[in-house]
């Protein structure tokens, strides 16, 4: 599916499948008596349907500007300046901001497979000619 001609779903890859399948048998002639009888036919047909899609999580943040801080970003910015006791006592303090972008950006890749099949069989009765 040519999702990656709006940029916005650059991030989305995705395939679908269809499969169709029919089958028709003849059933055998028999004579018994004087009357032809016959064992009948059958028909089936079947469908198949499959879409697999794939999100690069990573291009959605890029996308969206979502930018996880790094431990080492913290740490170079921190030599560059003097020490500072207070800096260092704000720095270990726990920032919720940092960490809920450190938690949506943990997943990188996710995947969704959908799968669905459908048949159905119509035999023919015995019957008299």
Known sequence: MPLNKFPALNFVTSNYSY????????????????ADTTLGNSISN?????????????????YLGIKKSSKRNRASRSKDKTPNPRASSKSKKFNLKDFG?????????????????NSSFLPEVFHHL
Do not use: C, P
């Open 19 to 34: 499969t169709g399948d029919f089958q028709w048998n003849k059933g055998s002639d028999l004579l018994v008596g004087d």
């Open 46 to 62: 079947a469908s198949q349907h499959n879409l697999n899609t794939s999100f690069d999580m990573r291009k959605l943040y890029r």
């Open 101 to 117: 972008i450190g938690l949506i950006t943990s997943v990188n890749r996710m995947q969704i497979n959908y799968s669905e099949g």
